[in-house]
């Protein structure tokens, strides 16, 4: 814990922490020395790990990014926080994002971006950006994300680290500041698969103080690292396994260098075993249009609750509650979250419902009835997490739809709900950018996915 708040200092300019509270984070570890001088200590006793800025977090500043939320202190945990610390974990510090979770490169952070460790001239990804800087850095072996449409996946794959965003439900939203609530999930980010299956396993499970958590008996999620496939060898560890490449996803608008490291991934799995499956994914670039009027209009929704009265900016000397309204949003709020707010609220109301609204949630059930074809035929989907490596700093930031194509193969496996990681494919040796492999699986399938990634690892 004191390497790790050394590291933070020392790699300050990296803008990848918003708060650190030394004093608390020496008492946890102090706690965990004591577990461990008591016989009680876990796998994870006195690991250091950092929170995204979404999870609201005892004695830490929870801001979500926002200058809404600048100086906001939860007096609760986010059961993802309770559950990992009640695993003997130390949390070190609360990282950057994206504002309230809106964005694909750390750029739209109120305070500031975050650099990728891996280059510091190309934005981490996003909106996760800060726990995927943190873990690349070495600053911290492990960090939670949380992943709408791409968030955890995304920033994994543009720092080479390995992340995975469970199926819906797995992981309780209680305390994860929301964004559009019928696709966030939380999960963890680490360096390798078998790092996030044992954090997996402490995040995971039933919470009846979220309404969408789903109810399963507990599960060990390291129980398929050794075997991931049934009945497989040693030497061919996932002989059995059928592995789908949808054509959508490795065809034009992916970037050479992409589909290069993706290809020999592929070649790799096929070396230890696994079969390849061409398979369909027809509305993928759909998946674009469902899901920026799905995740807008439960932003709108969502975000109504910053009025300025309750908790939050408020702004000085109102007229009236009117004014104190819209002066509060106008200055709390940063660009990219008045944009999600005016559409959200444009296609959600009286006239438009029909027109854009429904329309989106018809082709979210498509998109997820394809999935269900593609797994008549395959076991885990593979392919690119993003169509390019990370872009430069600012290079987008002036150009929201130009993020928002960014999240082409991410979005569709959201709106359905499915279990997705990004495993690294390729550091970008030779000057080059990481490239993540993209692991989809059917709903409830983590093991597997997180088994076959660490054969792959
Ligand atoms: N890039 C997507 C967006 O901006 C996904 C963000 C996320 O997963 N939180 O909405």
Known sequence: AQEALAAIEAKRHLNAFLDVQPELTLAQARAADAARAAGTAGPLTGVPIAHKDIFVTRGFKSTAGSRMLANYVSPFDATVVERLAAAGMVTVGKTNCDEFAMGSSGENSAFGPTLNPRDERAVPGGSTSGSAAAVAAGIVPAATGTDTGGSIRQPASFCGITGIKPTYGRVSRYGMIAFASSLDQGGPMAQTAEDCALLLNAMAGFDERDATSIKRPAEDFTRLLAAPVDGATAGAPLAGLRIGVPAEFMG??????????????????????????????????????????????????????????????????????????????????????????????????????????????????????????????????????????????????????????????????????????????????????????????????????????????
């Open 252 to 457: 034009e608008g992916v970037a050479r260098e992409v589909r290069d490291a993706i290809d020999a991934a592929i070649r790799c799995l096929e070396g230890l075993g696994a079969a390849r499956v061409p398979i369909a994914l027809p509305r993928t670039r759909l998946a674009i249009h469902a899901y920026y009027v799905i995740a807008p209009a439960e932003a709108s929704s969502n975000l109504s609750r910053f009025d300025g009265v309750r908790y939050g900016h408020r702004c000085e000397n109102p007229r009236d509650l009117q004014d104190l309204y819209e002066r509060s949003r106008a200055e709390g709020f940063g660009a990219e979250v008045k944009r999600r707010i005016l559409v959200g609220t444009y296609v959600l109301s009286a006239g438009y419902y029909d027109a854009y609204y429904k329309q989106a949630q018809k082709l979210r059930r498509l998109l997820a009835q394809d999935f269900q074809s593609a797994f008549a035929q395959c076991d885990v989907i593979v392919g690119p997490v993003a169509p390019t490596t990370a872009w430069n700093l600012g290079e987008k930031a002036d150009d929201p739809v130009a993020n928002y194509l960014a999240d082409i193969f991410t979005l569709g496996v959201s709106l359905a709900g499915l279990p997705a990681m990004s495993v690294p494919a390729s550091l970008g040796a030779d000057s080059g950018r990481p490239v993540g492999l993209h692991m989809i699986g059917n709903y409830f399938d983590e093991a597997r996915l997180l088994g076959v990634a660490h054969a792959f690892q």
